[in-house]
């Protein structure tokens, strides 16, 4: 089984650009999250989606959205892009099947660069 | 709300020596613990989970963690480390609040020397 994969796996942008990053999750897995990783403030959570809704999200700007396709997969954007948002973007899928909890798989991520 | 705190930024181990990295967390409802590893430019490997049951955890490579419940601990160990062991590793908490959020704590490097 193939697992999560993301797309790019490096980007480059300039400030005020906008971005969108892409994530496949594990076949069957129907949750999908996001992380931000920096060397500052390690790995936040950025948010969640089930089943093409969000249901949890973390104290990051507006700037931040995401959203989830019929198929699972997702993606996130960000607007407005500052120096700050140089980061490795994870992206981690679980197949839920209840509120008990199920594992997440991580991918490689995506590590963005804004000049 | 949930937060997690590693309690050492660094550990520098000779090979074959044990090692423990420790985790406190602290929460208003229920958990699932963790521990995960990331090699340098590669995504999150997860090491063990607890959810429930026996509080001594064993994962992959040798290592395993301990729940403390009424210290709030989770921390890990490895009897006997290798040089392949020197990696990043981080303690998360997850919680079911109406969807799964999963907080990480900041990390211990863990270097470990010939």
């Known amino acids: 089984k193939a697992g999560v994969t993301q797309t790019p796996r490096y980007l480059i942008k300039t400030r005020g650009q906008q971005v969108t990053l892409s994530c496949s999750p594990i076949s069957g897995h129907r949750s999908v999250s996001w992380y931000q990783q920096t060397p500052g403030q390690g790995l936040q959570f950025l948010f969640e989606y089930f089943s093409e809704t969000q249901r949890n999200k973390g104290n990051f700007p507006g700037r931040f959205s995401g959203r989830q396709f019929s198929n699972s997969r997702s993606e996130m954007n960000v607007s407005t892009l500052e120096l700050g948002d140089s980061a490795l973007y994870l992206c981690?899928?679980?197949?839920?099947?209840?509120?008990?909890?199920?594992?997440?798989?991580f991918g490689p991520g995506t590590r963005l660069t804004v000049l | 709300a949930q937060s997690v705190t590693q309690l050492d930024s660094q550990v520098p181990v000779f090979e074959e020596a044990p090692v423990e990295l420790r985790c406190n967390y602290s929460s208003s409802v229920s958990v699932y613990l963790f521990w995960y590893v990331q090699y340098p430019n590669q995504g999150l490997q997860l090491l063990l989970k607890?959810?429930?049951?026996?509080?001594l955890v064993k994962g992959i490579n040798g290592f395993e963690a301990e729940f403390n419940k009424s210290q709030t601990s989770f921390h890990l160990r490895k009897p006997s480390v290798h040089i392949s062991d020197t990696a990043e590793y981080f303690c998360a908490v997850s919680a079911y609040t109406g969807g799964f959020k999963t907080i990480f704590g900041a990390g211990t490097r863990l270097f470990v020397k010939a």
């Open positions: 607890y959810l429930s049951g026996s509080t």
């Open positions: 981690a899928s679980s197949l839920v099947v209840d509120i008990s909890y199920n594992e997440q798989f």
